[in-house]
């Protein structure tokens, strides 16, 4: 199980990095909303903790979610005026505040999911706006640094998972580790516009992330968890193939 804890989600990171590289960082921040951290993370948990835990905590996962759009939002605005060291210090401000407000929330599936979706809906229409072409991000000599965080937030969360409990397990599993690196290099590489395509492909791809996690909550006490797991990613993996089309089928119009 530990191996697992130090390679999975340093794996993710390292794909979605390369997938940057390649087709650019609107596809990037996509695949950054994907549950490649809090998946994993969640997975440990149920494993060590028991199906009602990861019940729970996939709850507050989906809460983490709205944090994290929250993250996006501020440092998005905050770009268009700031270097990107004042820009992180303030989106992480606001992604801890309101992961503390969250944490305060009921444990209600219905609550949570409804709150990150009508974000997720708002959120695009309130982003700066920006219509530069995407652009592949630059080299990967950040790789190791980007990894090795990712593994320690997989060790350290799993580790204190008793001590936080489910809520704030669940909250801090969607801390902003593959978005914050993606939006510090763009901002440092290409400029705030950059930002901004990347903050969009993320408000897309948060919905599979929803997805993914309102089944896991639904069935895991039910399926168990390998059932639930292939039902988790096969109904995140459908809301995005569905998304995408919309996506590519509205820029021909």
Known sequence: ????????????????SFVGKKWG?????TLGAFPVVAGPILFFLTVEQGLSFGANASIFVIYGSVSL????????????????LPCLFISLIAWF???FVLSLCPKDLFFSTALSVCLLFVIPYLLPK???????????????????????????ITSLAHQLGAIWSGILAVFPVVTLVLVVFSHRS?????????????????YSF??????YALYIEHLGLWQTLLASFS????????????FIRTKTI
């Not at 199980?1 to 979605?16: C, E, G, N, R």
């Not at 759009?69 to 990107?84: D, K, M, N, R």
């Not at 929803?210 to 089944?215: E, G, K, L, P």
């Not at 109904?235 to 919309?246: A, C």
């Open 210 to 215: 929803v997805a993914y996690f309102v089944i």
């Open 69 to 84: 759009l929250i993250f996006g939002f501020i440092y998005a605005w905050a770009c268009q005026f700031l270097s990107y």
């Open 25 to 29: 960082s609107e596809i990037a921040g």
């Open 190 to 206: 290409h400029g705030q516009n950059h930002v901004i395509q990347v903050f969009k492909g993320l408000s897309r791809g948060v």
């Open 97 to 99: 505040l309101s992961a």
């Open 130 to 156: 920006s219509n530069i072409q995407n652009k592949t991000l630059p080299g990967l000599k950040d790789l190791p640094i980007r990894m090795i965080v990712g593994m320690l937030l997989t060790i350290s």
């Open 235 to 246: 109904g995140s993996l459908l809301v995005q193939l569905v998304l995408r089309m919309k």
């Open 1 to 16: 199980m530990l191996l697992l804890k130090l390679i999975t989600v340093p794996l993710f990171i390292a794909l979605i």
